[in-house]
């Protein structure tokens, strides 16, 4: 009898327009198996069963029940470990993440801007630019250091506070041949929620990469939100 067959809404199996319910599958495999340790128990000694034969019998014989179980055992494996997983996630809903960009928005609050020059160079800086492209503040590296972090505080060169909004940040150094290369930057964007579908972090609607992400922190309040 077979196990592989539809159930229908009171839980019976269906072949040949016959309905069979767990329990009579179950007994019939019971007894399915009594007649195959029967026969193990009776083979004669020149004529044994293959150890291969058997396996695939055993298997053929594995009753509904079990089947179902296993089936079962599965699915709540996987939605013990989905589970697991999006309780791990939630973790970091509220934190910030320090993530590979090259935009930045600014909200009042002071900005952390991290990069790594890949050589010692003669100049370094990172430059800060408007939505339209226009230069706001030109922060300056130190040279003698590969990895810098620096703190923008909203003020463009003329000391004056920047408008709320995104803006462009871009690393730029010249190598010892006096080549102006560009650097990578990276900054901290914050984690508003989880994608129920992909099981991933999101900033603003955006998906962040975990293999990107170099770390986390608790969001800092600006002086200026302070009472």
């Not at 990276?186 to 955006?206: A, C, F, M, P």
């Not at 986390?216 to 002086?223: A, D, G, V, W």
Request: charged fraction near 20%.
């Amino acid at each position: 009898m077979r196990t592989d067959l539809p159930l229908n809404k009171a839980g019976h199996y269906f072949e040949n327009n016959h309905a069979f319910s767990a329990m009579d599958i179950h007994k019939q495999a019971e007894l399915n198996m009594k007649l195959f340790l029967t026969y193990l128990k009776n083979q004669t000694p020149d004529d044994k069963v293959d150890t291969q034969q058997m396996m695939n019998t055993m298997l053929t014989m594995m009753t509904a029940s079990q089947q179902l179980a296993a089936h079962q055992t599965l699915k709540d494996i996987h939605e013990t470990q989905k589970n697991s997983h999006h309780m791990g996630m939630m973790r970091y809903v509220g934190s910030e993440a320090m993530v590979p960009t090259d935009q930045i928005s600014f909200d009042s609050n002071p900005i952390t801007i991290k990069t790594q020059l890949p050589s010692l160079p003669d100049d370094a800086c990172i430059m800060i630019s408007d939505c339209h492209g226009h230069l706001v503040r030109h922060i300056p590296l130190d040279h003698h250091q590969d990895i810098q972090t620096v703190t923008w505080d909203g003020l463009d060169d003329q000391g004056e506070r920047v408008p709320q909004g995104r803006y462009q940040i871009v690393g730029y150094m010249k190598d010892t041949d006096h080549q102006e290369l560009t650097i990578p930057c990276s900054s901290y964007v914050s984690i508003d929620e989880i994608d129920n579908r992909t099981q991933t972090l999101l900033s603003k609607g955006q998906e962040i990469d975990m293999k990107n992400i170099q770390s986390f922190r608790k969001p800092k309040i600006s002086p200026f939100l302070k009472s």
